[in-house]
C-alpha cells in the first residue's frame, strides 16, 4: 500500500521501473528514488500533493538537472543542477523550511557528496563536511548545537574529505579522506564518537 513495489503486491521480484539509462538507487523506509537519462526520479510515498503515494516514478519538483542524492528513512536529500544540497521531508533532518512535500531551500553550496542518517544529514562541499539535523548521538561530529539545527553546519578538524556516507537507519557518518584515511563519528551502541 506504499507504492514501493511500483502498484504490484508481491511478494517480489517484480519489475518496478525500467527507464533509459539507470545508474544508481536508493531505498528508504518510505521511497525509492533513481537516477536514469532523465534525471532523479522517486516513487512510495513521497508525501507531497493530493495522493502522495506514488506507485510510478516522478521528478522531484525543483530538482532539474540533479545527479546525486542519499535516502533515508522518512528524507531524502538531492544535490540539485547548481551545486545545492536540497532535502525533503519531516523535521529538522530535512533542513531550514523542508516541508513534507517539498525541497528545502539550498543547505549547501558548491556540495559534491549527500548522506542521510536516520535523524541527520551531511553534505559535502570543498573538502569540508556540513551537516544538520539532531546533534544527540554525536550525529553532528560535535558541532555545538543544543538538541537540533535545521541550518548546516561545518565539523571543525575535518578537512580534504574526498567522499561521504552515512547509516541510513542510525546516527553513524563516516568520512574518506585525501589521505586514505577513514574518520568515523555518531553513536554506536550506548558511546558517542
Same mark, same amino acid.
Given at each position: ?14 519489475? =518496478?521501473?525500467?527507464?533509459? %539509462?539507470? #545508474?544508481?538507487?536508493? $531505498?528508504?523506509?518510505?521511497?525509492? *528514488? +533513481?537516477?536514469?537519462? &532523465? @534525471? ?19 521528478? =522531484?519538483?525543483?530538482?532539474? %538537472?540533479? #545527479?546525486?542524492?542519499? $535516502?533515508?528513512?522518512?528524507?531524502? *536529500? +538531492?544535490?540539485?543542477? &547548481? @551545486? ?41 562541499? &570543498? @573538502? ?66
Amino acid at each position: 500500500d506504499d507504492g514501493l513495489l511500483g502498484g504490484d503486491s508481491g511478494p517480489g521480484p517484480v519489475r =518496478v521501473v525500467e527507464a533509459a %539509462g539507470i #545508474s544508481k538507487v536508493g $531505498v528508504g523506509a518510505e521511497r525509492v *528514488c +533513481f537516477l536514469a537519462d &532523465e @534525471g532523479v526520479r522517486c516513487f512510495g510515498n513521497l508525501r507531497y500533493g493530493r495522493n502522495p503515494i506514488r506507485s510510478e516514478p516522478i521528478a =522531484v519538483p525543483r530538482l532539474e %538537472g540533479g #545527479s546525486e542524492f542519499a $535516502v533515508a528513512t522518512n528524507h531524502a *536529500c +538531492f544535490i540539485d543542477g &547548481e @551545486g545545492a544540497a536540497r532535502c525533503i521531508g519531516n523535521g529538522p533532518r530535512a533542513g531550514e523550511n523542508a516541508q513534507a512535500h517539498r525541497l528545502s531551500n539550498a543547505l549547501v553550496t558548491g556540495a559534491v557528496g549527500i548522506a542521510a542518517g536516520l535523524i541527520h544529514s551531511c553534505a559535502l562541499a &570543498e @573538502g569540508h563536511v556540513h551537516c544538520w539535523g539532531e546533534a544527540y548521538g554525536g550525529r553532528l561530529g560535535g558541532v555545538n548545537v543544543r538538541s537540533f539545527t535545521t541550518t548546516a553546519r561545518q565539523l571543525p578538524d575535518l578537512e580534504g574529505v574526498r567522499g561521504i556516507s552515512a547509516y541510513s537507519r542510525g546516527s553513524q557518518t563516516c568520512a574518506l579522506l585525501a589521505s586514505d584515511e577513514i574518520r568515523c563519528w555518531g553513536q554506536t551502541s550506548s558511546t558517542n564518537h
